[in-house]
């Protein structure tokens, strides 16, 4: 059984308010890894399954860099659905992926914004 599959549920991610063109693409395309080697994790979407668990990572990456202006100044909270793509399990700390199928469209479905 592959841990990827599609799921239904409430997630959350860093992002700007409103929406910008970049809000829903994976890393590879907004910060490569530096020694250029990418792997199946950096074309998916980084999600978390609560919104204390979004909010935990982002104190700890706010200690390393200026967080707002690398990852948004907000997190969102989106409603995923099967179609939109396969998603792993949350892990210890509640991050989780989603490999996007090629005509899903997550682009405008955020419920609310909370400011960080």
């Not at 907004?30 to 204390?52: I, K, Q, R, Y």
Request: hydrophobic share 40%.
């Amino acid at each position: 059984m592959s841990k990827f599959q599609p799921r239904n549920v409430t997630a959350y991610r860093f992002m700007n308010n409103p929406e910008v063109n970049d809000s829903f693409l994976p890393a590879a395309l907004v910060s490569p890894p530096a020694d250029g080697m990418l792997t199946c994790e950096h074309w998916a979407l980084s999600f978390f399954d609560s919104l204390n668990s979004a909010q935990n990572k982002f104190k700890q990456l706010n200690q390393r860099v200026d967080a707002k202006k690398k990852y948004g100044d907000h997190i969102g909270e989106i409603e995923l659905i099967q179609a939109d793509g396969l998603a792993s399990l949350p892990n210890e700390k509640g991050h989780f992926s989603l490999h996007e199928e090629l005509e899903a469209k997550v682009t405008g479905r955020i419920k609310r914004f909370i400011p960080l």
